[in-house]
């Protein structure tokens, strides 16, 4: 149809309204199937809806109708002619937008492609928009960007926390609600738990330490402080260090990094108390020793009995005080390193029949017997065979010192039993008990619970005469605390006494041989 048809005051006597109407809904039809204009279009050209192109076009075609509204108006056309013109201008627009449109919509198909930026062979085959090849362009690098950047923070992420999994010190990292977003397993062994995800008040029972954490987290001023940490029956010491961590959305984190000064405290504490041990009981045999030498250098220069006696109580008093020193530096080694759990499988049985072995001799001499019973299989204990050892051979000295003469000390061993509640909760489960009986005279009551604190004595005159520092149950203790055990003294006046030692077994090892407890 020609312009100066649709736009002349006239009507096409060959042509009516509806046959306009028709032929229009012809071509209409003829688009649907036909390629358009000959062109072939990609596939996401084929999927656009006719409906979307049509809805497009109606918009478009809103200028006009206000034309020919115009033009109606002004009886310059026909309302027929004008509703014809309105429908090929409809039908004309969404000729002309259906590619764009298709080229549109493989531009989002391809910016929801999670493919995209891997390569060329991904991108859309975009025929008529300049625009959406360059914004495919960019969008394909700037994922092709973010993809190698994310790769990098996985990275990143992955090497921190192998730094945090194999750090050997507690480290605790909080968030702004002070919950324990992550931690190094150091920290979970250090409090015996699991912490993560758990607040720190659970965690950390300190007011100092969460008033300093909260105030790092408010003031991102970083802060230290000394912390004392119960390990089971001992204290660990620490040196706490809070440092700010900026975080997302401006939240502020803080990391609690724990470096261990036990031994440096220890050491500090060994040194003061080995001082102040030593010059308190080294004192009176040191005392005798010279006084003895002076007697012997003066009034009985020339006494060979004297010399004779007064050399013997010397060498004596010698041996007491080199004794003690043995067993204070035994103690101060041993505390020194209590916090340091062994984990060396020892075969107790073996370390009780060695102790045994030693013994015997000075046990004969009073007419002792060392009788030991030791089940047939017994699993192995965590632990040092050197200082498990002294344990056994301490508390069979003092069996056998205190005992009477001609009656037998027992040394048994035996698995599971129920331990005191001393014992630690973690080894509850599976223990066994190691315990040395004697038929003594037995200990009163009241001093039991004094019987492993330093140089405490029952009866200190006859524990000097028959050799003792009273330092040996102090040595067992803290052994046995280093052991994760627990010692328990049970004793009746008159009918001897039972000192138990209970340690936890390798849970593991029962598992693999079939033995229980």
Request: glycine letters at 8%.
């Amino acid at each position: 149809m020609s312009p100066k048809f649709l736009f002349s005051g006239q009507s096409d006597p060959d042509h009516s309204v509806g046959s306009r109407i028709l032929a229009g809904t012809v071509a209409v039809s003829c688009l649907q199937s036909a390629p358009d204009q000959g062109l072939t279009m990609p596939e996401a050209h084929r999927s656009v809806s006719l409906s979307r192109c049509v809805r497009v076009a109606l918009i478009g075609s809103v200028p006009p109708v206000g034309v020919l509204i115009g033009l109606v108006t002004l009886g310059r056309l026909p309302v027929g002619d004008a509703l014809l013109s309105w429908f090929c201008i409809v039908v004309g627009l969404t000729v002309l937008v259906r590619p764009f449109l298709a080229d549109l919509a493989a531009v989002a198909a391809c910016l929801r492609d999670d493919r995209l930026g891997e390569g060329s062979h991904h991108l859309p085959d975009l025929r008529f928009s300049e625009t959406g090849r360059d914004i495919v362009q960019a969008a394909a690098t700037l994922r092709s960007e973010i993809r190698q950047r994310l790769k990098q923070s996985e990275h990143m992420a992955n090497l921190h926390g192998s730094l945090i999994t194999n750090m050997p010190q507690p480290l605790i990292l909080v968030g702004q609600d002070q919950i324990v977003l992550t931690a190094s397993p150091a920290a979970g062994t250090l409090f015996a738990r699991d912490v993560v995800n758990r607040p720190l008040a659970s965690v950390l029972r300190d007011p100092p330490v969460l008033e300093a954490v909260a105030g790092t987290l408010q003031s991102g001023v970083p802060r230290s402080l000394n912390l004392v940490v119960p390990s089971g029956p001992v204290e660990r010491y620490f040196d706490l260090k809070i440092e700010p961590v900026p975080a997302l959305e401006g939240d502020r984190q803080a990391v609690l990094l724990f470096h261990d000064v036990t031994v440096l405290v220890r050491a500090e504490k060994m040194r003061a108390d080995f001082v102040a041990n030593a010059s308190h009981e080294l004192r009176t045999p040191l005392t005798g020793v010279i006084g003895f030498l002076e007697t012997l250098n003066g009034p009985a220069r020339d006494d060979p009995d004297a010399r004779e006696r007064f050399l013997g109580i010397m060498y004596q008093q010698a041996l007491r005080m080199k004794r003690l020193i043995d067993d204070l530096m035994s103690l101060s080694q041993v505390e020194l390193h209590e916090h340091a759990h062994p984990t060396e499988a020892v075969n107790l049985a073996l370390v009780a029949s060695d102790a045994v072995a030693v013994l015997e001799p000075q046990a004969e001499e009073r007419g002792i017997s060392l009788v030991l019973d030791v089940p047939g299989s017994l699993p192995p204990v965590p632990g040092d065979a050197d200082e498990l050892s002294q344990v056994v051979q301490n508390l069979l000295t003092n069996a056998i010192r205190y005992g009477q003469d001609k009656r037998p000390v027992t040394v048994e061993i035996r698995v599971g039993g129920k331990p005191p509640p001393s014992m630690p909760r973690n080894g509850r489960d599976h223990c066994l008990s190691l315990t040395v009986r004697d038929h003594g005279v037995g200990i009163p009551r009241e001093h039991i619970p004094r019987l492993t604190e330093r140089f405490y004595r029952v009866d200190p005159v006859r524990s000097r005469q028959l050799g003792g520092t009273g330092l040996g149950l102090a040595i067992v203790k803290h052994i046995v605390n280093r052991h994760r055990g627990t010692l328990h003294i049970d004793s009746t006046p008159g009918q001897g006494s039972a000192f138990s030692v209970w340690l936890p077994y390798m849970e593991q090892h029962c598992h693999q041989t079939g033995k229980t407890g």
